[in-house]
């Protein structure tokens, strides 16, 4: 199959298996999001008078089965064709003719494989604050339905204070809202249009790019055709720093749960059939999600630095190595998403323990508690501190085990109502209704 640039001479199979390699499989990926582009792209061309209305019928016609192709997982990027632009447009001209040889105009596969990413990466986006949204709700019931049941704080991995499992959940539901600011940057980022800025340099015809920012639902567009294809390698870095931001907070939250799980801590515990053994030692119930998800979202908080790596001294313009930043990204949003719904899936599998408490050793987390008492009743702090510290040395310290913390923040006082609305706020933020109706108007 001739490539959409041969001429006369072919290119070197190693030549070509070398700069296509595993793309063919990732643009599978966008393939979708390649006809969306052209939808929009084709309707522009006529409404400027560089397609024929009926030229224009066909095109969408067909696109659109192609649409409906890709959806029923009815469509592949031939071996011996170069990518998912190619094969769309071999596709159409195939089955159209002329017509189909016509969609190109005012159109590189610069800004063409720009917007596809930039679709992807929103319906990637969006997946991400779907998932965490369910994550977040099952933290915040898990935390209100938990709200009195005390576990013990650490500072230096040595017990300090008390707290609950209330709190627990809760920190990392509010940790998800902060994250989601993240994302809700880079999804502004992602939501400007770059098509038709071409090969990064735009075109002697006159484009109505407002028109096509329209057609695809994007919020704006990038103004400069230089700064579009600058785009490339940008919005990978926002958005893997938003990635790298929820991963942090899984990995967190893994690394407790590995914790908590195990013996020496025995806070929490989870079903047999959600746990892992042993080929040798038959007592074993391993926390192998948790230790998979720490990994995973370890190694996702690697991708600004690899993103940053393979683009930091590329001058303006198009460089082909930009294709490989597919092969960071697409790979860690699967890893994210699937990651996202474990944790949740898990969650509704926990059960605490209701009497961590009970152990001698959970004495000293009260220590302040019965300075604050003697605070309260006339003593110095420091006095206090003191004469509690000798107690404690004395072996003379037997607390009654009761925290009635009610201010604002406070153990008895969680405040996930008010975080709850924080979460609401931004996940309104994303108006991910605007982008739906364009896009299904486009493909209707
Ligand atoms: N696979 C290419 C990429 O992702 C498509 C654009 C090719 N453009 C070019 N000028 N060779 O970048």
Redesign the pocket.
Known sequence: MAKLWQKTTNVDKLVENFTVSR?RELDRQMAAFDVLGSLAHTRMLESIGLMEKSDLELVQRELKLIYADIENDNFEIEADVE?VHSQVEMLLTQRIGDAGKKIHSGRS??DQ?LVDLKLFFRSQLQQVVEETQKLFNQLISLSNEHKDVLLPGYTHLQVAMPSSFGLWFGAYAEALVDDLEMVLAAWKITNKNPLGSAAGYGSSFPLNRTLTTKLLGFEALNYNVVYAQMGRGKTERIIAQAISAVAATLAKMAMDQCLYLSQNFGFVSYPENLTTGSSIMPHKKNPDVWEIMRGKCNRLQALPNDVAMMTTNLPSG?H?E??LL?ELLFPAFADLNDCLHMATFMLQNISVNKNILDDPKYAYLFSVEEVNKSVLNGTPFRDAYKQIGLDIEAGNFNPDKQVNHTHEGSIGNLQNEQITAAMGDVVDSFNFKKVEEAISWLVK
């Open positions: 793309d990518d596969r610069n494989v198009y082909r930009l294709q597919k």
